[in-house]
């Protein structure tokens, strides 16, 4: 029997999420998330696919605990882990560095690495190692194979990646902008082109990624040249909770004016930031509703996500030369048209446009919402990081790039 099923992984330090794909098509066959490991009140959803879902509530101790219910649900549809159609395990891992510049398969020299990235990715990576670990033990036959956030923006050139710092101090402290979101920039990059009707290396893309994280990428060519996040993901476009660009001098004054601890700072930037901190509100529909109804608070919070959206589509475009395509992806940037609308707003200089009608359509799959006569195509293209990894996890355990 021909092993063709690759489970991905996405192992948060109190959740898992799972997907199982058969890469012949690259189907789903089940999706499913355990949330509040450790407390008394885990909950495990799981959705077989054409079938309905099953949810459980109740005390699941650790990762590994996890991973074992998570395996007895699959089973139950004929789908356990121990099945010899299962060809691997892709992970998700947020920080890859330098070192890691492609999907790769896991050993004690890959753990070791991942582990001594630790300091610079602290709330993720070593979640991701438990999931590694757990899911190990449970198929200790199986490749397991790590796919790093960081790694397509590995091609980065020096100009862009290096902050303009000392440079003995980035480098003694690895300072210096990796860029996250990658498996979602490398997909969508790809299907714009795909729906442009060109190979990835034929045409630059600018990949708005806005979902309650968000970050902007220039692609040139199928290759990363600059993107927004940087050493960690706090940097860039306005977020969810999270600030993004700011002078740096604001964290000394908060120390020195404000009296406030690097942990208080470091909470206040990336969880009480963005939209939330700007009008309380992190959900872009709660956003325009109340925008509808006249609340000022949240027009002024909507501007200034608008206007640093607007500020690095002109930033990319400058780093590119020639756009091709700009491409709206994720929570925000796939269904909240509003948004896609004033991005590009009065930018037809720039041969940016997007099409009233072809805009306010909702739909799942990738699609054009630019006016046929501009020059530069808007996109609007869903990501599927899951299937991504499932594919470069697939198309390095069977030696093959172009399985699906
Ligand atoms: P993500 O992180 O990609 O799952 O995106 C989550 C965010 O997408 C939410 O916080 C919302 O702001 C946004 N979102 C999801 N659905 C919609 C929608 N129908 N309209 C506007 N924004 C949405």
């Known amino acids: 029997m021909s092993s063709t099923r690759v489970l991905v992984l996405n192992s948060g330090s109190s959740s898992v999420k799972y997907q199982l794909l058969d890469m012949r098509g690259g189907s789903r066959l089940a999706v499913g998330l355990v949330e509040r490991i450790g407390e008394e009140t885990s909950r495990l959803k799981h959705t077989p696919t054409g079938g309905a879902a099953r949810e459980w509530t109740g005390a699941i101790a650790d990762h590994d605990a996890a991973l074992k219910a998570v395996s007895e649900e699959l089973a139950r549809d004929g789908l356990g882990l121990d099945s010899p159609e299962l060809a691997a395990i892709g992970h998700r891992v947020v920080h890859g560095g330098l070192h890691f510049t492609e999907p790769t398969v896991i050993d004690d020299a890959v753990l070791a690495e991942i582990e001594r990235l630790v300091p610079v990715a602290p709330l993720h990576n070593p979640a991701n190692l438990t999931g590694i670990r757990t899911a190990s033990a449970l198929r200790p036959d199986l490749p397991q194979v790590a796919v790093f956030d960081t790694a397509f923006h590995t091609t980065m050139p020096e100009s862009a990646a290096r902050y303009a710092i000392d440079v003995r101090t980035a480098d003694e402290y690895r300072i210096r902008r990796y860029g996250f979101h990658g498996t979602s920039h490398a997909y969508v990059s790809r299907a714009t082109a795909e729906l442009l009707g060109k190979h990835p290396s034929e045409v630059n893309v600018i990949v708005l990624h806005l979902g309650n994280g968000a ?107 020639r756009v091709d395509a700009v491409a709206f992806t994720a929570g925000v940037g796939e269904n909240a048209s509003p948004v896609r609308e004033a991005a590009v707003a009065g930018l037809e200089a720039l041969g940016l446009a997007v099409d009233g009608e072809l805009n306010a359509v909702r739909s799942d799959e990738p699609r054009l919402i630019s006016p046929e006569s501009a020059r530069v195509a808007v996109a609007v293209v869903p990501t599927d990081e899951e299937l991504e990894i499932a594919t470069q996890t697939y198309a390095l355990v069977k030696g093959s790039q172009n399985l699906t």
């Open 215 to 321: 970050s902007a990428s220039a692609v040139e060519g199928g290759r990363c040249v600059d993107t927004s996040m940087g050493l960690t993901p706090l940097e860039g476009l306005v977020m969810g909770t999270r600030s993004g660009d700011m002078d740096p001098a604001v964290i000394f004054h908060l120390m020195r004016v404000g009296g406030m601890s690097t942990d208080e700072i470091d909470t206040l930037l990336n969880k009480k930031s963005g939209l939330v901190g700007l009008c309380g509100d992190n959900d872009m529909r709660e956003i325009r509703r109340r925008i509808d109804e006249g609340d000022e608070q949240a027009k002024l919070a909507f501007d200034i996500y608008i206007h640093r959206l607007r500020k690095y589509i002109g930033a990319y475009y400058a780093v590119l030369g």
